[in-house]
């Protein structure tokens, strides 16, 4: 049986966490994408033609034998460490209590929240795969 959860502050308060969990879904989407720039992605506002970036590729390898060109920046990887911001990923992979899970599949609303927070725990995930 499904109750709908009426009134304006619920609503209000139910508009506020999928808000929140959109955000954390960005920012885990663009810590992904910063550590998955590679030791270049500093320079990616500098756009230059594919001859030259094949060369560059060329050149590196040439010299210093193999290298991991997926690594991130060594800034991103202290502010990463000292921030612990690992720890603090692995904890939005976390399950909901099984209470408010329950309470939450009680209204159409509610399981809209589950299914935003489904997509964090996804998100998480793949930000944690491209931390390690």
Known sequence: MEME????QDDQNLKECEDQLSSQQTALEILTNLCSLGEDGDNW???????????????????EGVQ??????????????????VERVLEKANSLPHNVTEI?????????ILK???????RTFLCLSNLT
């Open 116 to 122: 935003e927070f489904d997509n964090l725990r996804i």
């Open 5 to 8: 959860v009426e009134g304006g």
């Open 45 to 63: 506002e500098n756009v230059e033609s594919e001859e030259e970036d094949e060369a560059d590729v060329g050149d590196e390898m040439e010299g």
């Open 104 to 112: 939450l599949q009680s209204s159409t609303k509610g399981k809209k």
């Open 68 to 85: 991991n060109i997926n690594a991130a920046p060594p800034p991103l990887i202290e502010a990463v460490v000292s921030l612990q911001i």
